[in-house]
């Protein structure tokens, strides 16, 4: 059955209006009780810095913002490999009645509670116990969070060097020129040829056409040999370059310099002429972008195509640059410039996928990924789905947004309906349009780009028949089947064409960002037939997109885990806990900088995407307890129901999960050799369920004997642990 995007994109958006109009209603008069009676601490505490009462749409538009990072963009597109309408299900069902209930309850009790962080309401609505575990809890899901979004964006800028297995073989198009060159004292580098042949096995199914050009990297001493099928045999230590994105890399940097300028102006130039300063910096970000296109050939090139170390290393520099600067001066206007291209290339992209109607390539269930074995996550889709799509169904992450700035600056409490639940909703419809995106990739093209090179040969040799399956799929442009081709002729595949119009190696670039980039400029481009010259634009206007937010998240997170460590350090010594000392600022940032840095340098999108998805759903877990306690303490007990269920499917969930990571890829780390991260990522991860242990523990004990009288804390509450 062929299924296409406007029928699914049309019944999401009918679903997600009904599940506002009616379920959030009765949260809102049943469940949290909220009353435009009582006075918010917006006014209670207002200062004109961290509490300010606020419009209600400049606060959805502040809350959307900081809750919407690349998470829902990038765990949809991931879960393709499931399939299409495992993730669809579980973003429409989980956000309506998991995801958009966890925020809306966590922000209307913080809000009745004097504005307290998620920390501290567990601790005067559980006990101490289970704030200590929830203040741990939460230092860890930023740095994981942390790492899950910046190995994003490297797997997208950065170079890579992908390793070729020693003994396969390098077949030239008939009639092509061998060419190499050689640098004193460095590797000899051979320019293959497009129409190039891979053969790592005896089978048809084992081997992959290079429809593109690239450069092979061997050791100085060595050079490629004749192999007797013909071809040349790879020797050991035989890399295929990977160029990092220059022009995507061009385009980030030019951000915070707009960025430094946008709060400049609003802030000193014209202050208070926030929207004026934000469509000028949109409009700056627009033209940057375009000009990124003549970065790559020109003698900027190399100053912006950066390997990946080089792209760590300047991330994690500019993390901690920007968690120390004052906040005006950096986070604040990417903040604003953030919101304005998020929300309306949210909008650009629901009217695209409408008028293109693009037909969703991706099967609706994948039988060959359904048990595990998949290229991004290699598990079931029970427990996997619910791990890798997260942001857009249920996230943990954001509980610490509805229980930080946003409590403080609601007007009255009815507003919480909008802020908390509206804006999950949009987030959940932000990834209903990145799967879309990626479900309308045709099949070879999505798995060329989620497929890692270096892990190809034995990826497609441990799944015979998704081989044969990947090889039946090949096509080229036209719509020809690589065996109708005459003779010697290379097919010419979209994605190579791809690669010609944006300027960039697209194959084995795992991680999402890539995929996703591609969808959008598909979709871009059949929405507005006659305008193709522009995909190369639309590509790095995606990456840009993609990425500003990442960042946006990075700097904010880091300030955040700053704020913690600094806590933790002041109980050790004081002046170490002085958030205006510089030397205690920095040396906290350090540590943070240094914890998700190490996770990007030394894993991978398959390893930290699983390590983010599940410390992610355990702090829902926390946050949903959390709330749930507070109900049975205020004598709504009959209403939680609503919160234990989502609450008992993610444990369920994270807890597979967690023995399937344990069990298996860890404990295959340390077979395998790599004892430290092995024990090191078990660790962590019985770390994190422990803390959700001591709180559920806490918790229930409550539940079955609750007090008669609220906690202190409820109305009348001193602001505390902002």
Sequence with gaps: ????????????????????????????????????????????????QNFDPTNRWVLFGHHFAAISGAGPLIGPVLAIQFGYLPGLIWIVVGVCLAGAVQDMMVLALSTQRGGRSLASLARTEIGRPA???????????????????????????????????????????????????????GPRVYDVPPGSKYRFGADAEHAMDFHESFRLAVPGDQFLTSAPEGGFLLPEKARRLVPGSSWGTFTIAMTIPIALFVGWYMYKLRPGKVVEASLIGAAMVLAVTGLGGMVPGSPLEPYFSLSRGWTVAALAAYGFIAAVLPVWLLLLPRDYLSSFLKIGTIFLLVAGVIIANPKLEAPAVNPFFANGGGPSFNGPIFPYVFICIMCGA?????????????????????????????????????????????????????????????????????NPDFAQFLKAAEFDMHGGHAHDLAPGTAPTSELAAMERDVQ???????????????????????????????????????IMFEALFILTTIDAGTRIARFLVQEMLGRAWKPLGDLDWAPASMLATGLVVLGWGYFIATGSVETIWPMFGLA???????????????????????????????????????????????????????????????????????????CVAVILATSVARWIAPRPAALEGEAGAEPSGA
């Design 394 to 462: 249920i996230s943990g992450f954001h509980s610490l947004v509805a229980s930080g700035t946003t409590p403080k600056m609601i007007r009255r409490e009815s507003d919480v309906r909008l802020i908390g639940y509206g804006s999950m909703l949009m987030e959940g419809l932000v990834g209903v349009v990145a799967l879309i995106a990626a479900a309308a990739l045709p099949t070879a093209m999505y798995y060329d780009i989620n497929i890692d090179l270096g892990k190809r040969p034995d990826f497609l040799a441990q």
């Design 1 to 48: 059955m062929t299924m296409h995007a406007m029928p699914v994109m049309v019944g999401v958006l009918a679903v997600l209006t009904i599940a506002l109009r009616f379920y959030s209603r009765f949260l809102a008069a049943k469940v949290a009780a909220l009353d435009d009676t009582r006075v918010t601490p917006a006014y209670r505490f207002e200062d004109g």
């Design 131 to 185: 704030g200590i575990a929830a203040t741990i809890a939460i230092l860890y899901i930023i740095i994981i969070a942390l790492a899950g979004l910046g190995v994003v964006v490297v797997k997208a800028l950065g170079g890579e060097e992908v390793a070729m297995k020693a003994g396969t073989v390098l077949a030239y198009p008939e009639g092509a020129e061998v060419k190499s060159t050689m640098t004193v004292g």
């Design 504 to 542: 960039e190696s697209l194959h084995g670039r795992t991680g999402g960002a890539v995929t996703l980039a591609v969808g959008m400029a598909r979709i871009f481009t059949e929405a507005l037939p006659g305008l193709g010259a522009l995909k190369g634009f639309w590509y790095h206007f995606a």
């Design 616 to 690: 992610n759903q355990l702090l829902a877990v926390i946050a949903l307890a959390v709330v749930t306690t507070a109900l049975y303490n205020s004598g709504r007990g009959r209403y939680a129901w609503t919160t234990i269920l989502p609450m008992a499917f993610v444990v369920t969930t994270t807890a597979t999960a967690a023995y399937y990571e344990i069990s298996g890829k860890f404990m295959g780390m340390i077979r395998a050799g790599d004892v430290a991260r092995g024990w090191l990522n078990i660790g962590l991860t019985a770390l994190m369920i422990g």
